[in-house]
């Protein structure tokens, strides 16, 4: 039970004394072998998933059901010609893809696999390193990783990557804001910024019931950050081609798109760490045997199954939705994530300070504000908009939307506003006509 504010940031619980320089160059390996073969994994996984949501086969001849695809893309990758642009800036053109993996492979540095272990006699957590700011590292690192995507954009002195780098800029502004804002209100829970202690105050309660706002908010901005659909505007090839890719080729583009992927991990996994216990046991299991499954090796297997349940949420999110159109996608990160963010972040403040100087269990106070946020969105959700939007004319005069839209008004075509609605396609009014006169043809044979 939390009833005040934390005198200061808790320091982690994570024990590095033992550790030596051949025991974190094994981490260092154990943590880029696992990142390189959970990209090989998921490029399965999507194509497999993708294709039984789509009615299609999926990769299923290279390998034991198709697994071998994976290997084959990145054979291909590595033999295919590599293209030097002329105009190219060419430093920068060829240092951005090394930025983007770069970022990606460093976060996790700071990722709790698991509690202290006995490795080659030495008592060591699984875990590469930790500090008392380690969220605000990860937030660092990924906020160097858009460098990537913007100057290799910019570097390829072409229109459409130009493009798709400021939108990848616009796009970790918007959504980074509320990402950060929902992680603030965790630390003024937790009282801890470090992740092997903000695992370890999860023990009896998970943080994602403590703060369901928050991670509502984290998992929405968490897929505009990684670019995934509905939010992968800065590579949209209904108009940037494949954005800030367009210009490279080979192994560059591969830097590229294996960054990506490892930024889903990465996501996932603070997801897992600060929201759902991290490597703990899941209910019922921990209470098997006070806990067994929470000591030595088995916690591993539990931070890899909950980060690949919100992998698999990632890709089910991209073979169920379309993408946004750019306005909207800014909307929703302006106008509802950060406010939403921001509200609960004050809650979370006035209750903590509230229960500074009371002796209220401030943890079911903010339970029960999460399961009326829960009520509130589930309504507000199912009911439609009836709302009958008009427009104000410069003479003053108000006018239906609704009413004799034309998208050429302007000389080139428009989408419509809110509220206002295309003429009928004459195909629509010909349909008709069409299926009686093939009926009647039908009878008459």
């Not at 039970?1 to 590095?16: Q, R």
């Not at 001849?61 to 190219?88: N, T």
């Not at 160097?144 to 990848?168: D, E, I, K």
């Amino acid at each position: 039970m939390l009833t005040s504010f934390p005198a200061a940031m808790a320091e982690p619980v994570a024990d590095f004394s033992q550790d030596t320089w051949w025991i974190w160059l094994i981490k260092a390996v154990f943590i880029v072998l696992y990142l390189i073969l959970s990209v090989i994994l998921a490029l399965w996984v999507e194509r497999r998933a993708l294709g039984r949501m789509q009615n299609r086969l999926g990769p299923n001849v290279v390998g034991f059901l198709g697994f071998g695809q994976a290997f084959a893309d990145a054979i291909k990758l590595m033999l295919k010609e590599d293209i030097s642009l002329k105009g190219a800036e060419k430093v920068i053109y060829f240092v951005a893809p090394a930025i983007s993996a770069l970022c990606a492979f460093s976060i996790y540095a700071v990722m709790p696999f698991g509690p202290q272990v006995s490795m080659f006699g030495i008592e060591t957590p699984l875990q590469l390193a930790d500090s008392s700011v380690a969220l605000l590292y990860i937030l660092a690192v990924a906020s160097l990783g858009v460098y990537g995507l913007v100057l290799g954009g910019w570097a390829s002195n072409s229109t459409y990557p130009l493009l798709g780098g400021v939108r990848s800029a616009a796009q970790v502004i918007s959504y980074e804001l509320a990402m950060g804002l929902s992680l603030l209100s965790v630390f003024l829970v937790a009282g801890t910024m470090s992740t092997s202690s903000l695992v370890e105050g999860q023990t009896d309660l998970w943080n994602v019931f403590i703060c369901l706002p928050a991670f509502v908010t984290y998992f929405i901005s968490m897929v505009g950050e990684v670019n995934r659909l509905p939010f992968d505007l800065p590579e949209a090839e209904g108009e940037l081609v494949a954005g800030h890719t367009t210009e490279y080729s080979a192994m560059k583009f591969g830097w590229f798109y294996l960054s990506e992927y490892i930024n889903m991990l990465n996501v996932s996994s603070v997801a897992v760490v600060v929201f759902l216990g991290g490597w703990r046991t899941p209910w019922p299991l921990s209470a098997i045997n006070d806990g067994m499954f929470n000591e030595g090796w088995w916690p591993m297997l539990w931070f890899f199954l909950k980060t690949w349940v919100l992998m698999f949420c990632l890709v089910w999110i991209r073979g169920t939705l379309l993408r946004m159109r750019y306005d909207h996608f800014m909307k929703l990160g302006w106008k509802v994530l950060i406010p939403v963010a921001l509200g609960w972040l004050v809650a979370v403040a006035i209750i903590q300070g509230i229960g500074s100087f009371t002796d209220i269990d401030t943890q079911m106070i903010l339970i029960v504000l999460a399961a009326i946020f829960l009520v509130i969105f589930a309504v507000l959700w199912f009911i439609e908009d009836k709302s009958d939007p008009k427009e104000v004319a410069a003479d003053g005069s108000i006018s239906d939307p609704k009413d004799d839209f034309d998208a050429y008004a302007g000389g080139f075509p428009v989408p419509p506003l809110p509220g206002q609605q295309l003429p009928p396609s004459p195909r629509a009014k010909r349909a008709p006509a069409y299926s009686s006169t093939a009926k009647e043809a039908d009878s008459d044979e």
